[in-house]
Structures are given as structure tokens and as C-alpha cells.
T-cell receptor, first 116, second 116 residues
Framework: ETGVTQTPRHLVMGMTNKKSLKCEQHLGHNAMYWYKQSAKKPLELMFV???????ENNSVPSRFSPECPNSSHLFLHLHTLQPEDSALYLC???????????????FGPGTRLTVT | AQSVTQLGSHVSVSEGALVLLRCNYS??????LFWYVQYPNQGLQLLLKYTSAATLVKGINGFEAEFKKSETSFHLTKPSAHMSDAAEYFC??????????????FGKGTKLSVIP
């Protein structure tokens, strides 16, 4: 595997389900991100982890819970979601932007989530 | 806070014609600017970036962008459109969000259609 991978690519879940999205980066990066992409809305940054510590949480509802067990893996745990949470969830990685001033982020293909 | 505005949510060009996608930025400090492309059902791919070196930046797939401080613009161009250029394009700027944390702030995107 190369780059940033995400599983599953598609997920349909009911409002009472619990599921997790997985992201893995094979680039040797030490910062990882979750974004939400909805129709007709700009990309929204949800969470940032740098060196496995959460450094940013952009007022995301608690029904979204991130986990970063190591610098290569990132999870987004989902529970009791709402239909308006249906979106494309994108994972990205980069070098720690506080140290590497390239600021380039590399994106995975996303998980298309549908909440019914 | 830094931000970007993309003019035109949808642009159509004929195959072989010039592609011009507009992006204006708002920043109180010299910005780091990016263009990303998103093909259907895929994540975002970095096209090019401006990091205060040369004002004319060349990217992948024949695209380039020119940083114009006097106009606060970073428009994306390609001399001759190909059918394969049909995608959504996002302009982004690096924002400093405090405590050593940086984030990419994206524009709303411009969907490019190429007419045969």
C-alpha cells in the first residue's frame, strides 16, 4: 500500500449504530487530519493530531470520536449519528506543520457515509 | 484569519481552450497557498503550492498559478484543456490557529467541465 488509505470506502448506517472509519498513512508523516466534505459546503476540518496528540478540535459534536494510536493510524468512531452527518469523510496526513514548513497534506480517497 | 474565495462554482471550457480558475486570498501575513484537484469518487491531490519563492508556480498536469500580491490573487491556469481535466478544484491557504497549530482553509471549490 502507498499513500493514504481509508476503509471502508462506503458505509451505510442507521442512527443507532456504532461504526468506525479507519485511515492509514504509509508516508512516514507524523500529523493526521479528519475532514468532512458535504455537498455545497467547504471542506471542514474536524480533528488534527500531531505526534499522536490531538491539537485541534473544531467544535465537532461528541458523536464523533477520534483515536490516533500511533503516527500511522487514525480512526473516527461514530455513534448515534444524524442524517445530516451523511458526507464524504476524508483523512489526510503531513509532516508536523510546526516543524516542517512545507505544509503539504496528502489525502486518502475518503469514506462515503450515509446515515439512514 | 486567513481565507480564500473562489469565484465561480462551475466553469465550462471547450477542449483545447484556456483554463482559468480564480482564487483570491485574504491574509495579514505572507500566505502559503495551494491548489488541489478532486476527481470523482477520489480524495484531493495537490496540484501546486506557493511558498513565497517564485511567484509563478508550475504544477502537475500542465497547470500553473501566479501569485499576485497587488491583486491578492492566486489564479490557476492551463493553456489547453483536456477532457481528463474535468474535476473539482480547490484553492487553500495555511492558517495559524494558535499554540503551534496550523490548518488548511479551503475555498468552496470550482467544478470544471470540459466540452468536447
Amino acid at each position: 500500500e502507498t499513500g493514504v488509505t481509508q476503509t471502508p470506502r462506503h458505509l451505510v448506517m442507521g442512527m443507532t449504530n456504532k461504526k468506525s472509519l479507519k485511515c492509514e498513512q504509509h508516508l512516514g508523516h507524523n500529523a493526521m487530519y479528519w475532514y468532512k466534505q458535504s455537498a455545497k459546503k467547504p471542506l471542514e476540518l474536524m480533528f488534527v493530531y500531531s505526534l499522536e496528540e490531538r491539537v485541534e478540535n473544531n467544535s465537532v459534536p461528541s458523536r464523533f470520536s477520534p483515536e490516533c494510536p500511533n503516527s500511522s493510524h487514525l480512526f473516527l468512531h461514530l455513534h448515534t449519528l444524524q442524517p445530516e452527518d451523511s458526507a464524504l469523510y476524508l483523512c489526510a496526513s503531513s509532516q508536523d506543520p510546526g516543524r516542517d514548513r512545507s505544509y503539504e497534506q496528502y489525502f486518502g480517497p475518503g469514506t462515503r457515509l450515509t446515515v439512514t | 484569519a486567513q481565507s480564500v474565495t473562489q469565484l465561480g462554482s462551475h466553469v465550462s471550457v471547450s477542449e483545447g481552450a484556456l483554463v482559468l480558475l480564480r482564487c483570491n486570498y485574504s491574509s495579514s501575513v505572507p500566505p502559503y497557498l495551494f491548489w488541489y484537484v478532486q476527481y470523482p469518487n477520489q480524495g484531493l491531490q495537490l496540484l501546486l503550492k506557493y511558498t513565497s519563492a517564485a511567484t509563478l508556480v508550475k504544477g502537475i498536469n500542465g497547470f500553473e498559478a501566479e501569485f499576485k500580491k497587488s491583486e491578492t490573487s492566486f489564479h490557476l491556469t492551463k493553456p489547453s484543456a483536456h477532457m481528463s481535466d474535468a474535476a473539482e478544484y480547490f484553492c487553500a491557504v495555511i492558517s495559524y490557529s494558535g499554540a503551534g497549530s496550523y490548518q488548511l482553509t479551503f475555498g468552496k471549490g470550482t467544478k470544471l467541465s470540459v466540452i468536447p
